[in-house]
Nanobody, 129 residues
Framework: QVQLVESGGRLVQAGESLRLSCSASERSFRWHSMGWFRQAPGKERELVARITRIGGAVYYSDSVKGRFTISKDNDVNTIYLQMNGLKPEDTAVYYC??????????????????????WGQGTQVTVSS
């Protein structure tokens, strides 16, 4: 069974940067789309960024566009989230997740956590003011 593991979350001050990583336990796992989600206390889980393994098409939520960058390394089945200019409102548990291909692929579809099959355990990012 494929397992995803996130790492890199920690306490930082506003304006600082962090780089999160998410690796699949199985090197042969050929994922289609990987996303970074975050969930703050009392809030719904929301998609932050997404990337496809083939082609590298990316998506960003409006709240992080211009500050966060998602990238990948296909050889080691790893995705990254470079987070610059962190704000207190970025504080959340960050999860990576993998989704299979769907016949009709839209940004709205992949913003729904229910279409993702594999999930990591989450890594805490805390941004102090």
């Amino acid at each position: 069974q494929v397992q995803l593991v996130e790492s890199g979350g920690r306490l930082v001050q506003a304006g600082e940067s962090l780089r999160l990583s998410c690796s699949a336990s199985e090197r042969s796992f050929r994922w289609h789309s990987m996303g970074w989600f975050r969930q703050a206390p009392g809030k719904e889980r929301e998609l932050v960024a997404r990337i496809t393994r083939i082609g590298g098409a990316v998506y960003y939520s409006d709240s992080v566009k211009g500050r966060f960058t998602i990238s990948k390394d296909n050889d080691v089945n790893t995705i990254y989230l470079q987070m610059n200019g962190l704000k207190p409102e970025d504080t959340a548990v960050y999860y990576c997740a993998s989704a299979p291909p769907y016949r009709s692929e839209t940004d709205a579809l992949y913003s729904n956590p229910n279409v993702y099959v594999y999930w990591g355990q989450g890594t805490q990012v805390t941004v102090s003011s």
